[in-house]
């Protein structure tokens, strides 16, 4: 069954570790992540973005596709379905589809407007047992076609959002999504820092985990990071060995060419790149 994020990030936070959020795309992701958490007993955050619910046929058919697969795989750890970056309706749209958690992004709406639709969403999130993480001070890169420049969010802001109740706070502190540039001046531990001596306890989520260094990951763990999102890093694992595999010509050899066969080196990235986040993160055995 699916669950809150509530519980783990709690935990994760009083323990100075970091629960990862990865990214779906389609049946091969999901069954990837979900296969990995189980095995090394880490609790699991799986992320959809609204471009990615489209994909996969709307928000019933992945809520479907993951409350079967918890079933069919007998998936004991802890994991959370929640909305990526949502709009308004995106998130209520959610919320009505049965996901477990979302995230509404008020990051380019006045400070106002954002805390009260925040409010608003919080409390029918409360309602529900579900849980919400809200943003301030967008993240940079480009995600579903928003770009964002990567600013720093104002701690007071921060302060004021997590105040309304949100179960976990983005700042932004510099981070990008996607790959990030040769000459991109690192995470400011200074903002993140304000942010966690304003907002306590809150557990604060970075934005754009793929690409950023281990020992910034770590520092950033130990200011009060406790969600990372992981999107980026697996289709790239992805795409690499799926070229690899064309390029050495597999897919010519006997049945090589069975979606069964074609999408395996992929899926098995995905689940080594997992692996490795989760063990970067601290979320192993956790669950
Ligand atoms: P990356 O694609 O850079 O890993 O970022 C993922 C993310 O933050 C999703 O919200």
Not at 24 to 51: C, D, H, M, R, Y
Not at 121 to 145: Q, R
Request: net charge negative.
């Amino acid at each position: 069954m699916l669950v809150s994020a509530k519980e783990m990030l709690t935990k994760a936070k009083a323990g100075k570790y970091a629960v990862g959020q990865f990214n779906i795309n389609n049946l091969e992701w999901t069954k990837s992540i979900l296969l990995t958490a189980e095995e090394l007993k880490s609790p699991v955050i799986l992320g959809v973005s609204e471009g990615a619910g489209k994909y996969m046929c709307g928000y019933k058919t992945v809520v479907g596709m993951v409350n079967g697969m918890l079933e069919e795989l007998g998936i004991t750890v802890p994991v959370a379905l929640h909305l990526d970056h949502g709009s308004y309706e995106g998130a209520k749209a959610c919320i009505e589809a049965g996901f477990s958690s979302i995230m509404f992004d008020g990051s380019h709406y006045p400070i106002e407007e954002n805390v009260a639709k925040t409010k608003e969403l919080v409390a029918i999130c409360n309602d529900k047992g579900m849980s919400i993480e809200a943003e301030v001070g967008s993240i940079g890169g480009e995600e579903d076609g928003v770009v964002g420049a990567g600013e720093c969010a104002d701690p007071e802001e921060c302060k004021m959002i997590a105040d309304l109740g949100v179960t976990m706070l983005a700042a932004g502190i510099g981070n990008i999504h996607g790959k990030y540039p040769e000459n991109w001046a690192g995470l400011s531990f200074e903002t993140l820092d304000a942010v966690q001596q304003l907002t306590g306890d809150m557990p604060l989520v970075l934005h754009g985990g793929t690409g950023i260094p281990e020992d910034m990951i770590k520092k950033a763990i130990s200011l009060g990071v406790s969600k990372i999102n992981v999107n980026t890093e697996c289709q790239l694992s992805f795409a690499d060995a799926t070229r690899k595999y064309i390029e050495a010509g597999k897919d010519l050899e006997g049945k090589g060419f069975d979606p069964r066969k074609l999408l395996a080196p992929g899926a098995d990235a995905i689940k080594a790149t997992v692996k490795e986040k989760m063990e970067l993160f601290g979320s192993v055995g956790k669950a």
